[in-house]
């Protein structure tokens, strides 16, 4: 067997060793950087470092030596997450140093590495820039974020985790890039033990606070994951540090989504690359050939009607090659498979219109006699989608489910890597991201109805 049985065409994914949060995301004389948190070592003791990934247009991408390792006093364990920005015309890193003592306690300091090139970074001799956590607040204090205002003023925000266990965000102020002062506090929502990774930023005239809140108990629907990705909607009050927001919203729907980061183009877009995988979970049959998780695609953020929409970048379309379509087909009480639709990454859109089926769907990556699936299902009666990775092959379990307004008919903008699905459904109003790992055969499409009949208008595919 090879050693990339699983290896993506189009998403990032490690050379090897383990993968987790995009760091440092940034557009820097003319080259797009992704960042990220790697542990060379697995699945030997964690050596975390930040892998670095770049790119002249979002779609070519070379992987590049790691730049930061944890190597000094202050990050020994662990150069954690954290962000980038240019700054006197250098790109700034900003990020966390892990450390644990002989009694394995923890402390966090956040420090500064420096490149000139976006490729060399040399650590600020003066680190850490903010030493320990302040009194309140356990070592669970990490993932600095870092933005300027129009006049240059430098603003931080870090997750935080108070003394008595619950999470928050705190900012800091700077007018230099290398003194840091504690604000505060920005929000006081009561949501889990610790929140990772903030990122606030402002979004068609609103400010975005997307974070990972760790700890929230399943709701129904909601909250399934072993962690939680989300954010809120509000009013940023910088003056006084204070984000009066609107409630928590999960932003993907899926099973493998966490710290999310998000930066500005030139061009006006914001751009957001989350990690397609989740904490602890280390267990995907990638392990055998030495590498483990992934990037997202980069997906464009806008904001309608108070909500996050997500769409895969224009540049994606590049990607797309030999383009099929089929249909418009009815399909009644029972299932169509489509063969020009099946492929190992491929893109797939259809307009599913309902007729009168009680549940219809998809049917992704699937066995030649369908057992093998991985199914996206509409439901009439209740006017919920869901992604069911039951029977998806040689990993994975489970069912997620999002709310819809309508089941009349449904858009689907399906993206298949080799270990991955990414459902953007009504123009990216909901998302669900998750690794399947279909074994062999698993590549077929098919459409299916029950109880009725459901329209397919139009479907097409592109190979990937
Ligand atoms: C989130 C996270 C961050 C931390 C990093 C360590 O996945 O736990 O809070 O900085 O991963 O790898």
Redesign the pocket.
């Known amino acids: 067997m090879s050693k990339d049985r699983y290896r993506q065409r189009y998403h990032l994914s490690p050379p090897y060793g383990f993968m987790?949060?995009p760091n440092g995301v940034s557009f820097y004389k003319g080259i797009y950087h992704v960042f990220y948190?790697w542990?060379t070592n697995f699945p030997g003791e964690k050596q975390?470092h930040w892998g670095h990934f770049s790119s002249d247009d979002m779609i070519n991408w070379k992987h590049g030596k790691a730049v930061l390792a944890p190597v000094d006093w202050y990050d020994k364990n662990?150069c954690?997450?954290?962000s980038a920005i240019k700054y006197n015309d250098k790109l700034y890193a900003f990020y966390?140093g892990?450390v644990k003592d002989e009694k394995n306690i923890r402390s966090a300091y956040q420090c500064l590495a420096i490149s000139a090139d976006g490729f060399e970074f040399e650590k600020y001799d003066k680190n850490p820039l903010i030493d320990g956590a302040p009194k309140g607040y356990t070592p669970h204090y990490?993932?600095p974020k870092v933005w300027l205002d129009e006049n240059g003023k430098g603003f931080m925000v870090i997750?935080a985790q108070r003394e008595n266990r619950t999470g928050t965000v705190v900012l800091y102020t700077s007018t230099n890039m290398l003194d840091w002062k504690f604000k505060g506090e920005i929000s006081d929502k009561k949501l889990g033990f610790m929140w990772?990774?903030p990122d606030l930023f402002k979004l068609d005239g609103h400010d975005v606070l997307i974070f990972?809140p760790q700890g929230l108990e399943p709701e129904g629907d909601l909250y399934n994951n072993r962690y939680q990705c989300g954010y809120m909607v509000g009013n940023m009050d910088l003056e006084n540090g204070k984000f009066d927001s609107g409630d928590f919203v999960e932003l993907d729907r899926g099973f493998e989504f966490?710290?999310p980061q998000t930066v500005s183009l030139p061009d006006g877009r914001k751009i957001l690359y989350a990690?397609m995988g989740m904490?602890e979970e280390e267990d995907h049959p990638s392990v055998e050939d030495n590498w483990v998780h992934c990037m997202t695609m980069p997906r464009e953020l806008d904001i309608s009607r108070g909500k996050l929409i997500q769409k895969p970048v224009g540049e994606i379309e590049r990607l797309k090659e030999n383009k099929v379509e089929s249909g418009p087909m009815e399909i009644r009480e029972g299932h169509i498979k489509i063969p020009e639709f099946a492929g190992e990454s491929v893109n797939i859109k259809m307009l599913l219109k309902n007729k009168g089926a009680k549940e219809f769907g998809v049917y992704l990556k699937a066995s030649n006699d369908l057992q093998e699936n991985t199914m996206i299902k509409v439901n009439s009666d209740t006017n919920k989608i869901e992604l069911n990775r039951e029977k998806s092959g040689l990993w994975g379990s489970g069912i997620r489910r999002a709310q819809l307004k309508s089941a009349d008919s449904v858009e689907l903008d399906i993206y298949l890597d080799k270990s991955s699905v990414e459902v953007f459904v009504n123009g990216g109003e909901e998302v669900f991201t998750a690794r399947i790992f279909p074994s062999r055969e698993g590549i077929c499409f098919g459409v299916f109805a029950n109880g009725g009949a459901v329209e397919m208008v139009k479907g097409e595919k592109s190979d990937m």
């Open positions: 987790n949060d948190q542990n975390i662990g954690y997450s954290g966390t892990n990490r993932d997750g990772e990774c990972c966490y710290a990690w904490p």
